[in-house]
């Protein structure tokens, strides 16, 4: 399938990570997702019905990445994967969960996973 739907840099307030103050006082973490869907019905109609509903998808996201906590990343990426997957009609999801302020020592831009799915 060569059809996809982005959601990128979606950005949600969550208690996740391994440390207690990070459960505790939480911070962002910023998530992308695609799902390989097949347009053409949609397109071709013009008919947003036939489409994954990109609203719904961001409001499952949503409601996710701030259910909790957790303290994996990886176990973010799997919740939001395997909801996608029981909710919508996709044959894969593709679901990165970043963590720009992961308290590691050094300097870098974000700790990150990205998982991808089928049914």
């Known amino acids: 399938m060569s059809?996809?739907?982005?959601?990128?840099?979606m950005e949600f307030f969550a208690r996740h990570g391994v440390r207690e103050e990070e459960r505790r006082l939480g911070q962002r973490f910023v998530v992308d997702l695609e799902v390989g869907t097949d347009?053409?019905?949609a397109a071709a109609a013009d008919d947003p019905a036939?489409?994954?509903d990109y609203a719904a998808l961001y409001d499952l996201v949503t409601k996710t990445v701030q259910d909790g906590p957790f303290r994996l990343i990886e176990t973010v990426a799997e919740r939001v994967a395997q909801a996608v997957l029981a909710r919508f009609p996709v044959a894969y999801v593709r679901v990165r969960v970043a963590k720009p302020h992961a308290p590691l020592p050094g300097v870098f831009r974000e700790a990150a996973v990205e998982i991808?799915?089928?049914p």
């Open 3 to 9: 059809d996809r739907i982005f959601l990128g840099g």
């Open 39 to 41: 347009c053409r019905p």
């Open 116 to 118: 991808e799915r089928r």
């Open 50 to 52: 036939l489409c994954v």
